[in-house]
Every structure is written in C-alpha cells, then in structure tokens.
C-alpha cells in the first residue's frame, strides 16, 4: 500500500517483505512512512503482520526484503542496542533483582552515564510516570500498574525520539487500563516522541492514536486517524473489525456518482455510497453503523425504512442495545441513548427502522 511524504519521513518502510520460511510472506511489500512526534497504532488480529513489522523496526527480527529507515539512514544492519530506541512489553521485562532506579539507570549505564547526570534522568523520568518515591522498591512489590510505569519510565529515560510498545497494557485490567491510555498518549505528545504503538484492541487504536494502520494478511488494509478509519472504512474487513458494524447482502442495480442503488436479498432496494464497487449486477455488503439506526425513524424523506423483528433487548447503562432481524439477517444491532423517552422494545416486537443514505456504504462482497 503506498504511503505519501516517505522523503521527510522520521520512520520509512519501503517495500519491506518478511518471510520465516523462504516460502510464505507475513509482511508482504510494505510502505509506510511516518513524521517525527506521530504517534501510529499499528492494529490487526493475531498473525496479521503488525508485531513482525514492530520487531523488524526494533532490530529483533531481519527484513527479508526492502529497506527501513530512521530519520532518513537505513537501520537495516544497525543492531537494536545501537539503534536509540525505546521499548515497552506487555511483560514489563523489568530486572527482578535490581531496584526501580537500579532498572532505569541500566540503560544509561550501558550509554556510558555519568552518575549525576544518571541520578538527575533517573529522577525526571520516575516524576514523569508519577512514581518519585518508589526508586527504592524492587519490581515484585509493585502491582502491576505501577511495574508498567517504571517500564514506560525506563524506555524514556535515555530520551529516544523514538518508542516502540508492543501490547502494553494487555495485562492490565480495564479501568486501569483505560487510563493509562490517557496517560501514555499526553506524555508522548508532551515530549513531542514518536511512537510506534501495537495492539489488537480497537478501542485502544481509537483512543490513542494520530494514525491507525489496520494490517491484515501481512498488508495494510487501511491507514488513516480513527474518527476516518470508523467513519469511512475503505473495506469490508476494515469495516467489521472497527467497532460494531451491520452488514446487509446485496447486489448494484445502479450506480451513478457518489450514490449507488442496491437491491438487497428480501428484494428492498436501499441508496447508498459507492466504495469498493464499480459496476451494476456486482455483488456488494453494505455497511451500516449501530449508531445510526433509528427505530420508527423521522429523518425525512430521503431516509430508507425498513421492517424488522425484534430479537433481543439490552440495557447497558448509558446505551440499549437491540439485536433484530432485518432483511435476514438475526444480529443487526441498534444502539440507542439511554434517555427517559426512550422506548425500551421486547423480543418479538416489529418495527421500522431507518437510516440516511450517506451513512450506508457499498463495500467490497467479501
């Protein structure tokens, strides 16, 4: 997938290939380039790619083929110790037998660190991540928020302008986990470094990026800031992997423009925006957002109604979440605000629900 402004790039890959067999690639002809304080989530299920390319960028695994650079030199035959970069696991990888300074002085050390000047970076980044008073402890009697700090704090005490996270947060649970999204985001942006950030969960990706490339089958499906990644993805799989999505079968009987008629197979016909097909009697999905479902709508005369069957009927707190059958298919879901209005439906109910055109998109059948 090409990627624009590769020639001021801080982090360039250019038509970077990987295989472990000689035979299958997992990386497959990648370009992508980004500038220096972006913070990029590279997002996708397991086996996708993204933590091979993560690893490449690191030194930990080889390109088979292509080229990687850093602020313009090529790091290919540069070893990871030698590379200036930044790393934070999921599994902290924090030394057992030294004290928390003694973890965050390690890498100083080995750049050859006077003792003050140790001490005084040392300090600044334990401030950083909020955890000034515990230099003396050892990593077993800190929970495992606070050991992913002191991880995060030894990445950036050496000052990269470069860190790579691999799953950082996997191990922690949600609400903590939700703010150390905020936290990690501010603190890379404040220190203006770039990032490199790797994850399977999109809510993460979402809340916590500049960019998000969704890698799948060693390729970059879609690369682009979160609201355009949920809002218009480019493909089907793009589609169903970010947030929740509804998907009706169908075929173009017409096409024209920025607007494309599909004949779904109950026989409705619905409008809708013409993404991934070109031409009339092509098969297509179309996309929906959960969100933009109204039940017995008012949204004027250019919205689409149709009929549908209530199945199932949530209450989540701030949202209900309907489950329906709709055009034959049993998990098209709406979720609607909590609100004292707010008519709550029960299994078994028919209704009409709508949408606008311009929230519908025509991708890709497969």
Known sequence: MPDTGASDAFVAFERVQKSYDGETLVVKDLN???????????????????????????????????????????????????????????????????????????PLEVRKIGKSDREAKVKRALDMVEMGD??????????????????????LVFEPE???????????????????????????????????????DQTEALTMSDRVAVFNDGRIQQLAPPDELYE???????????????????TVTQLKGDHCTVQLEN???IDAKPVNVTEVGQKTRVSIRPERVEVNPELGPDA???????????????????????????????????????????????????????????LDAD
């Open 32 to 106: 992508l380039s980004l500038p220096k304080g972006e913070f990029l989530t590279m997002l996708g299920p397991s086996g996708s790619g993204k933590t091979t390319c993560l690893m490449m960028l690191a030194g930990f695994e080889t390109a088979t083929h292509g080229e990687i650079k850093l602020d313009g030199v090529s790091i290919n035959n540069i070893p990871p110790h030698k590379r200036g970069i930044g790393m934070v696991f999921q599994n902290y990888a924090l030394f057992p037998h030294m004290t928390v300074a003694e973890n965050l002085a390690f």
């Open 134 to 155: 515990f230099g003396s402890r050892r990593p077993a009697q800190l929970s495992g928020g606070q050991q992913q700090r002191i991880a995060l704090a030894r990445a």
């Open 162 to 200: 470069l860190v790579l996270m691999d799953e950082p947060l996997g191990a922690l649970d949600k609400q903590l986990r939700e703010k150390m999204q905020f936290e990690i985001t501010n603190l890379a942006h404040s220190l203006g470094i770039t990032t490199v950030y790797v994850t399977h």
């Open 232 to 250: 218009a993805p480019s493909n089907s799989f793009v589609a169903q992997f970010i947030g929740e999505n509804n998907t009706l079968e169908g």
């Open 267 to 269: 026989g409705a016909m």
């Open 304 to 362: 689409h109604t149709l009929k549908a069957k209530v199945l199932e009927f949530v209450y989540m707190g701030d949202i209900f979440r309907t489950r329906l059958e709709v055009a034959g298919n049993r998990e098209f879901v709406i979720k609607t605000r909590n609100r004292a209005d707010q008519e709550r439906l029960k299994p078994g109910q028919e209704v009409n629900i709508g949408w606008l055109p311009e929230d519908c998109r025509a």
